[in-house]
Nanobody, 120 residues
């Protein structure tokens, strides 16, 4: 079993900043890609950013230049620094990880989600 626990969501005014963090635990051999997705009310879940174990990153066009993803491979953590937040960034943010378990099984794991609300 592998679990992801997120923290750092909340309410912020437009133009402000928040930092989301996610920690993985359990039967882990290696974590490949870690990332953040978000789902706004009435919309589909979408990729925000992801980062490989080697540090390569991908960002959604809507967050480029404002959000920064980082990870600590030794601690199995991933963070998302969100600056210059806009009301349209309001959503539930989910941590995601592609894990190779200790029994060498590939597993996709999701966190429980953390709400980010940006007021105008």
């Amino acid at each position: 079993q592998v679990q992801l626990v997120e923290s750092g969501g909340g309410l912020v005014q437009a133009g402000g900043s928040l930092r989301l963090s996610c920690a993985a635990s359990g039967s882990i051999f290696k974590i490949n890609t870690m990332g953040w997705y978000r789902q706004a009310p009435g919309k589909q879940r979408e990729l925000v950013a992801h980062i490989t174990s080697g540090g390569s990153t991908v960002y959604a066009d809507s967050v480029k230049g404002r959000f920064t993803i980082s990870r600590d491979n030794a601690k199995y953590t991933v963070s998302l620094q969100m600056n210059s937040l806009k009301p349209e960034d309001t959503a539930v943010y989910y941590c995601n990880a592609l894990v190779l378990t200790a029994t060498l099984r590939d597993l996709e794991v999701w966190g429980q989600g953390t709400l980010v609300t940006v007021s105008s």
